[in-house]
């Protein structure tokens, strides 16, 4: 039987750079939360010919009401991540209503989430290039990374990894993006919003 519009899958793409080098970058928290959420799911990702790393699994209790989710963590590097989102988009039928990003904030305290729905890029390359190829009305579960001290420009900062002492919460705060994520698929937006965005 094939997916209603209600209960098809929902693609969740966490933006980062590929690559070891990167993998404890400020930049690169959107691909820890969706490694967190392919263990919870017991997804493994594979490489898709979209030029993602995709894995697929099941959010919520085992049965009707569980959803099928599709993670996503482009290979293309921030700046080219439309491109793979897009076509594992086209690849798996999913609409834009049903797509959620997980992305470092600068304008936001370190750790702290907001949940919205639409928006401007804010100067993040890897939203500027999704909403030039997708359009900009997909979900964001926004991750605070802070501002850079001092004249520290801004790509040495998010390209840097979080410090020693971010580091000690950095687990708890990556975890909770994933309850977040999760919270947004199965119980809606507002509802997330008013648990999350505090």
């Not at 400020?26 to 990702?45: I, Y």
């Not at 793979?84 to 470092?104: F, M, S, T, W």
């Not at 305290?109 to 907001?114: E, F, K, S, W």
Request: proline share 6%; hydrophobic share 35%; with cysteine.
């Amino acid at each position: 039987m094939s997916e209603t519009v209600e209960n098809g899958p929902w693609l969740v793409a966490g933006l980062g750079n590929p690559g070891p080098g990167y993998a404890g970058n400020r930049h690169n928290v959107g691909f820890m939360v969706a490694d967190l959420l392919a263990q919870r799911t017991g997804a493994r990702f594979a490489v898709h010919r979209s030029r993602a790393m995709v894995a697929e699994g099941r959010l919520g209790p085992p049965g009707p009401d569980s959803r099928r989710i599709v993670l996503a963590k482009p290979m293309s590097y921030m700046n080219l991540s439309g491109g793979p989102v897009n076509a594992v988009c086209g690849y798996q039928k999913i609409p834009l209503e049903r797509v959620v990003v997980i992305h470092d904030e600068l304008d936001i305290d370190y750790g702290v989430l907001r949940l919205k729905r639409g928006g401007g890029d804010n100067g993040h390359n890897g939203l500027k290039s999704l909403t030039s190829t997708i359009g900009r009305d997909y979900y964001r579960v926004r991750f605070g990374v802070g501002r850079p001290p001092g004249r520290m420009e801004v790509s040495d900062y998010v390209l840097k990894d979080f410090s020693s002492t971010e580091r000690k919460e950095l687990d708890y705060f990556v975890d909770r993006a994933a309850d977040a994520v999760e919270a947004l698929i199965t119980d809606g937006l507002e509802r997330a919003q008013s648990t999350f965005n505090s």
